[in-house]
């Protein structure tokens, strides 16, 4: 009997190893690179330092690739990127095998870098508060349309994701008001939820889309206030998002 306990046991961690490696796997498919810490919370760990034996595994397997990024201002720290081979072993029947992405370390810029950890971060987020998930880099849009950060649907409703860390100008805002009154409608979207790092970056872009009045949508103006704008936009901070019922 001990000897079967010690079977068990052996091929249950087998299978556990493998299921962590898919799940990691999964997950940088869509997001490509990411950090110890943000994989870690991919397999529900609560600290980043119990990833490390299945990220090196993984490195060492040829399925993933490290890099020490050197950013001006940050303390040096490592990204873990799928490689062309980890990419080939979850790639499912739908994926076009010629547009199977793989980690380039000189592509990563400090504008980029943080952007795209934020949207992980979110991403995770959202899985907790019950959405699922859709990375929109292999989204079909039509042209003019804007593709957003991400999308989480529940409860039979989509949303547009936007993770804004940086403001943009006040008519730009005002396009992407109009582009994304018209997208709804266009693929039965709920609307848009934006998130944003602080309260004060939060309350100052919804304040912007306040102020737009008028939009053209399916070709004609419609006067927009701002009951309008609260019915298909939402604006949360990283925090409310987090704890939101």
Same mark, same amino acid.
């Given at each position: 009997?001990?000897?079967?306990?010690?079977?068990?046991?052996?091929s249950?961690r087998?299978?556990?190893k493998?299921?962590?490696?898919?799940?990691?796997?999964?997950?940088?498919?869509?997001?490509?690179? =990411?950090?110890?810490?943000?994989?870690?919370?991919?397999?529900?760990?609560?600290?980043?330092?119990?990833?490390?034996?299945?990220?090196?595994?993984?490195?060492?397997?040829g399925?993933?690739?490290?890099?020490?990024?050197?950013?001006?201002?940050?303390?040096?720290?490592?990204?873990?990127?799928?490689?062309q081979?980890?990419?080939v072993m979850?790639?499912?029947?739908?994926?076009?095998?010629f547009?199977?992405?793989?980690?380039?370390? =000189?592509?990563?810029?400090?504008?980029t870098l943080e952007h795209?950890?934020?949207?992980?971060?979110?991403r995770?987020v959202?899985?907790?508060?019950?959405?699922?998930?859709?990375s929109? =880099?292999?989204?079909?849009?039509?042209?003019?349309?804007k593709?957003?950060?991400g999308?989480m649907?529940?409860?039979g409703?989509?949303?547009a994701?936007?993770v804004?860390?940086?403001?943009?100008s006040?008519?730009?805002?005002?396009e992407?008001?109009e582009i994304?009154?018209?997208?709804?409608t266009?693929?039965?979207?709920?609307?848009?939820?934006?998130?944003f790092p602080?309260?004060?970056l939060?309350?100052?872009?919804?304040?912007?889309?306040?102020a737009?009045?008028?939009?053209?949508i399916?070709?004609?103006l419609?006067r927009?206030?701002?009951e309008?704008?609260?019915?298909y936009?939402q604006f949360?901070n990283?925090?409310?998002?987090?704890?939101?019922?």
């Amino acid at each position: 009997m001990a000897g079967d306990n010690f079977i068990r046991s052996y091929s249950e961690r087998m299978a556990k190893k493998q299921d962590n490696e898919t799940e990691i796997l999964r997950f940088l498919k869509d997001e490509i690179f =990411s950090t110890a810490e943000i994989l870690s919370k991919v397999l529900n760990y609560t600290a980043a330092s119990t990833a490390y034996g299945t990220l090196n595994r993984m490195c060492t397997n040829g399925l993933l690739s490290t890099e020490q990024i050197n950013l001006g201002g940050y303390r040096p720290f490592k990204l873990y990127g799928i490689t062309q081979h980890g990419a080939v072993m979850v790639m499912e029947d739908h994926d076009d095998p010629f547009k199977l992405k793989a980690f380039e370390p =000189s592509k990563i810029t400090l504008s980029t870098l943080e952007h795209r950890l934020d949207i992980q971060r979110m991403r995770l987020v959202a899985k907790n508060q019950g959405y699922q998930w859709k990375s929109t =880099s292999n989204l079909k849009l039509e042209k003019g349309q804007k593709y957003p950060d991400g999308l989480m649907r529940k409860d039979g409703n989509i949303w547009a994701v936007e993770v804004e860390r940086i403001a943009k100008s006040p008519k730009r805002y005002r396009e992407i008001t109009e582009i994304y009154l018209n997208q709804i409608t266009q693929n039965s979207w709920s609307g848009v939820v934006y998130l944003f790092p602080n309260a004060q970056l939060r309350d100052r872009v919804r304040r912007i889309f306040h102020a737009v009045d008028s939009a053209t949508i399916a070709g004609q103006l419609h006067r927009i206030t701002p009951e309008i704008i609260d019915r298909y936009f939402q604006f949360k901070n990283y925090e409310e998002f987090m704890y939101e019922d």
